[in-house]
């Protein structure tokens, strides 16, 4: 196979890889597989730069930033939909569409409305071509660049469409925006209200670099033009074409529904149900499934008659705002928090809400005893929208915003001019030192058992320890001064502490609380590196090969390693016995020798999982059948998987056989 032939093939089955593991959750090779074949294009690509092309999946992040997006107009209008409240407006619409098609049967289709940023992409002989914003409805903005950095969304169809311009929403899903505004507040920037404000911020960023690094997902739910493919009869034969050209859709969470009353009766249970999914939704919507049907009803000026969104009442409450609180973070950052009247918001009582910082005080105009309206969306912590100025009695009294940190009294900086954060910088603040320490100890870290908050502050205040190396030079007596403690307390508390300088590397990472840097980042980390000392010599390109590794978290990372006190921290913990190792999983290798391959939805773990476990276990994991294979493992759905190893004579057990096997 000469180079071209390589790279046109590693496109291919990167691009399947990519569609396996971000449209389907459903990963068929391991990671260490997938930046194997990353790794191997790239190094192609660098020996014959003539040779990469735009669809190729090294090019999703390009490196210019734009001044401004140019204007872009749509090959039909994007319009929008029209919104109903209650049953009897659904009832209301459902009777104006009747009329104009007396006798035909309908089908309804029941699906989330996805509460994120319109988007239309246009496929031309298969490659991505251009990604618009929905702006006036005739014309949006060219968003290409940052389009091409969501992983869901294909650079290249799967299938032979000639031309297809797809329309759906970009959304970040909950948790992911939950990370995002953290993140964003560590670093001293205004965080995002809810997860729509985010999605549209993160599309709209001039540098695709900063979109990359957003999380953000797009699925399908319309479209403007398509050519030269058979006419779809149904929106959901639409959907299943969308879904084989490698595109993510609703399929998933859609409703065939054939009576109206049936429609109202599932909005009721999604209503219910909103929650479970991932994402926020602010509604549902209803469309008539047959497209000869929709052609009949066609549109009013600003929406089709065939489709009506059934909008959600908001998760919102008012209460009176007691008083306003400040938190000094792990890293500095002043947090106001409300203490509200408590108030039931959403199926929940809420007592708290975040005020994220003193721009937000003035923005409101909120004072103590204000009425306020607060809302949930997307986070645990909800949120003050706005005063309710009418509510005012005279008595309310103004916020005293802090000059010096309400904690350790030294004076309070922004640390750069745009951000919104006010920083505490003393790096002895009894409060950043004590968050730290707490995070240290907490048990997803380094679970020193009983080390809490408490303790922690009888022990910094009593400046017996002031870093995380501190703790492991701790004696009993040291204890034994504290209030309360007695002598059994003590005991354990060293045995504690003793117990968790074998936590495995990952723990250690995440508990040193590298800025973006959490869990799961820290596991992946420690699995790659092995050990720390091979991490503090990483730079940015090292890390930017692992496929979850971005920039902004690769340069967190360098920038953590090269401070000297981290140098020193290290030092002394390695002193003290802690461990920096990570351990691959040891233990009896009962499935020594033997490889095994999985095929269709597993039940009871994940793909990811199974094959962690396999590899643990002594076994070999791969992702296609041959000869080799001594075990197909068959979930529901298998695919072509299972019936090569069908044509080959492979085992095939099914997931419940798997597990027994490895109980
Ligand atoms: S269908 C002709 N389906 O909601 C319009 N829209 O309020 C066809 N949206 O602009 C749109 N989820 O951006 C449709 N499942 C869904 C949706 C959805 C979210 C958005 C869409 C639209 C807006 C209208």
Redesign the pocket.
């Known amino acids: 196979m000469n180079a071209k032939q390589e790279i046109e093939s590693l496109k291919k089955e990167i691009g399947h890889h990519d569609y396996l593991y971000y449209v389907l959750a459903q990963p068929d090779i391991s990671d260490t597989e997938y930046d194997k074949l990353m790794g191997r294009l790239k190094e192609l690509e660098k020996n014959n730069p003539e040779l990469i092309t735009d669809d190729s999946p090294t090019q999703r992040v390009s490196g210019e930033a734009v001044k401004d997006f140019e204007t872009v107009k749509h090959s039909t209008s994007m ?3 029209d919104n109903t409240y209650s049953s009897e407006e659904i009832l209301e619409w459902d009777t104006r569409i009747r009329k104009m098609i007396p006798n035909d049967v309908i089908e309804y289709v029941v ?4 509460d994120g940023v ?1 988007c239309a992409l246009t496929y031309k002989n298969k490659l991505l071509m251009l990604g618009a914003t ?1 702006g006036d409805g005739d014309n949006g903005e060219n968003i290409t660049l940052n389009v091409k950095t969501i992983k869901t969304i294909p650079l290249k169809l799967l299938t032979d469409i000639p031309f297809l311009e797809v329309r759906g ?1 970009v959304y970040i899903e909950k948790n992911d925006f939950k990370e995002l505004n953290k993140n964003i507040i560590e670093d001293g920037q205004q965080p995002f209200a809810n997860p729509r404000n985010a999605a549209a911020g993160s599309l709209r960023q001039k540098n695709p670099r900063i979109t990359s690094e957003r999380k953000l997902k797009f699925i399908v ?2 479209h403007g033009n398509i050519e030269g493919v058979e006419e779809f009869k149904t929106y959901i034969e639409f959907l299943k074409l969308c879904k084989k050209s490698g595109l993510s859709t ?1 399929l998933r969470n859609i409703n065939i529904v054939k009576k109206i009353e049936d429609v109202i009766v599932l909005c009721d249970k999604l209503e219910k149900e909103r929650e479970e999914l991932p994402y926020e939704i602010d509604g549902l ?1 209803v469309k008539i499934n047959s497209i000869s049907q929709q052609q009949k009803l066609g549109f009013t000026m600003k ?2 008659r065939w ?1 009506i ?1 059934y909008k959600f009442p908001a998760k919102q409450a008012t209460t009176k705002l007691i008083n306003v609180t400040m938190q000094v973070g792990r890293t500095g950052i002043l947090t106001p928090v409300a203490e509200l009247e408590p108030v039931e918001c959403g199926g929940v009582v809420i007592s708290r809400a975040t005020l994220h910082n003193f721009d937000e005080i003035e923005r409101l105009g909120i004072r103590t005893g204000d009425t306020v309206l607060i809302e949930r969306a997307g986070e645990v912590i909800p949120k003050i929208i706005k005063v309710i100025e009418s509510k005012r009695t005279g008595n309310e009294k103004k916020i005293k915003i802090p000059k010096e940190c309400p904690v350790c009294n030294q004076s309070i900086v922004k640390e750069k001019e745009e951000e919104v954060a006010w920083r505490c910088i003393n790096p002895s603040c009894p409060a950043q030192i004590e968050r730290g320490l707490t995070h240290f100890a907490k048990r997803e870290a380094m679970d020193i058992e009983g080390f809490g908050d408490a303790i922690v502050e009888q022990l910094v205040s009593k400046k017996m320890i002031s870093d995380f190396a501190d703790i492991y030079y701790l004696k009993k007596d040291d204890f034994l001064k504290l209030d309360l403690f007695k002598d059994k307390k003590a005991q354990n508390i060293i045995e504690a502490i003793a117990k968790s300088k074998s936590r495995p590397l990952s723990r250690l990472l995440f508990a040193l609380g590298i800025r973006n840097v959490g869990e799961k980042a820290a596991i992946i980390l420690a699995e790659r590196y092995l050990t720390i000392d091979k991490l503090v010599n990483a730079t940015v390109e090292d890390l930017q090969k692992i496929h979850e590794v971005g920039p902004v978290v690769a340069e967190s990372i360098v920038k953590f390693f090269n401070q000297p006190e981290t140098q020193k921290l290290i030092e002394r913990l390695k002193k003290a016995g802690v461990n920096i190792k990570e351990e691959l999983k040891k233990g009896p290798k009962i499935l020594e020798g033997k490889t095994f391959v999985f095929t269709g939805e597993l039940k009871n773990l994940s793909r990811t999982d199974a094959e962690a476990k396999v590899r643990e276990l002594g076994g070999n994991d791969s992702s296609s059948v041959s000869q080799k294979t001594d075990f197909v493992v068959a979930g529901d759905n298998p695919g072509s998987k299972y019936k090569k190893a069908q044509k080959l004579g492979v085992k095939i057990i099914s997931e419940t056989d798997f597990l027994n096997m490895i109980k």
């Open positions: 319009l929008s939909l699906e989330p409305k996805i319109s929905r929403e739910h319309s609703t919507v929406s089709p489709a969104a």
